[in-house]
């Protein structure tokens, strides 16, 4: 069973930090490319982070280049998405995605506020 499980969201100050994590099984996660997504509230969802299956190529949305980080564990079949100096507009669910050519997966997603 494909399951894609993220944790490390919750309430942060603006200039704070998260790291989130996403679980990943039942499936061979190395060949994946593994991307992070975000939905604010009223909005479409929208590509935050995108790490390439080798690990050799980044791509990040314009809002969070030079404070978001991504980066993944083979290992331990986990992606992770460090966030700094997070700011309100960085407030919505951030959801987890495995994508190769034949299979694209989601996890349910995990909560970011970011407020004072």
């Known amino acids: 069973q494909v399951q894609l499980v993220e944790s490390g969201g919750g309430l942060v100050q603006p200039g704070g930090s998260l790291r989130l994590s996403c679980a990943a099984s039942?499936?061979?996660?190395?060949?994946?490319?593994m991307s992070w997504y975000r939905q604010a509230p009223g909005k479409e969802r929208e590509l935050v982070a995108v790490l390439t299956l080798a690990g050799g190529s980044t791509k990040y949305a314009d809002s969070v280049r030079g404070r978001f980080t991504i980066s993944r564990d083979n290992a331990k079949n986990t992606v992770y998405l460090q966030m700094n100096s997070l700011k309100p507009e960085d407030t919505a669910v951030y959801y987890c995605?495995?994508?190769?050519?034949?299979?694209?997966?989601w996890g349910k997603g995990t909560l970011v506020t970011v407020s004072s």
């Open positions: 039942g499936f061979t996660f190395r060949i994946y490319a």
């Open positions: 995605n495995a994508n190769s050519s034949l299979r694209d997966y």
